[in-house]
């Protein structure tokens, strides 16, 4: 299920991996956002949060289900839900008896979500960067919330960050290193999807590499 990654592109998995320029989420089945607008859409933190939990779902699930996944009400998964139903990455799945009503079910038709190859405008670039500030954002959310569970003697956030001049070679060696990353983490997923969770902490991993100024 691992997508190799082409030269100059964006990465960003269901566990939240950056690499520079295209979402990635371990699937072969790829929805291209070509426009600024699907990509704003998609950019919102819990728009992709809700993406995230759709991806970790085993199968069809309604508003209320996936919602209680990333402690979101059922009114606000549905409006996250229904910005991916309009961008074609989620479908509606039917509908389940529970009780007075029935719930409306989702499921997701990519697990891939790609940004526009070619040329980009001014704008779709600046998205880019907004999607990344915003991923980042999400990211400093995470490393909170692991330190408030340290006391449950769970793993310790960690926070690395190194600036170095790298060789064409180093830099084949991370890209190689970053795909050894994407192997595990998508055989842990698959492995919980399978019912092998016994032992798994759900940990999020976000990774940014960028060539900077000279100096």
């Not at 269901?14 to 371990?26: A, C, D, E, M």
């Not at 072969?28 to 995230?52: C, G, K, P, W, Y």
């Not at 954002?137 to 960690?158: I, L, N, V």
């Not at 698959?190 to 092998?196: E, P, V």
Request: contains cysteine.
């Amino acid at each position: 299920m691992p997508v190799r990654e082409r030269a100059g592109t964006i990465n960003q998995n269901s566990n939240v991996i950056l690499n520079n320029g295209r979402y990635s989420v371990f699937m072969s089945d790829t929805i291209e956002l070509s426009t600024v607008r699907q990509l704003r859409l998609f950019n919102a933190i819990e728009t992709r949060s809700m993406f995230e939990a759709m991806l970790a779902a085993d199968g069809p699930v309604s508003a209320r289900a996936v919602g209680e996944m990333v402690d979101m009400s059922a009114e606000t998964a549905h409006y996250h839900l229904g910005k991916l139903l309009k961008l074609g990455i989620v479908e509606d799945a039917g509908r389940r008896d529970s009780g007075a009503r029935p719930e409306r079910l989702y499921g997701l038709r990519y697990r891939h979500v790609e940004l526009k190859r070619g040329r980009r405008s001014g704008a779709y670039i600046a998205e880019i960067i907004r999607g990344v500030r915003l991923m980042l954002r999400k990211a400093e959310r995470e490393y909170e919330q692991g330190w408030a569970r340290k006391h449950e003697g769970c793993f310790r956030p960690r926070a690395v960050r190194s600036v170095s001049w790298l060789s064409e070679a180093d830099i084949r060696e991370l890209q190689r290193l970053e795909s050894e990353m994407e192997r595990i983490m998508t055989g842990a997923d698959s492995a919980h999807r399978d019912g092998d969770s016994r032992g798994r902490e759900r940990m999020a991993v976000t990774i940014t590499m960028a060539p900077i100024t000279r100096g």
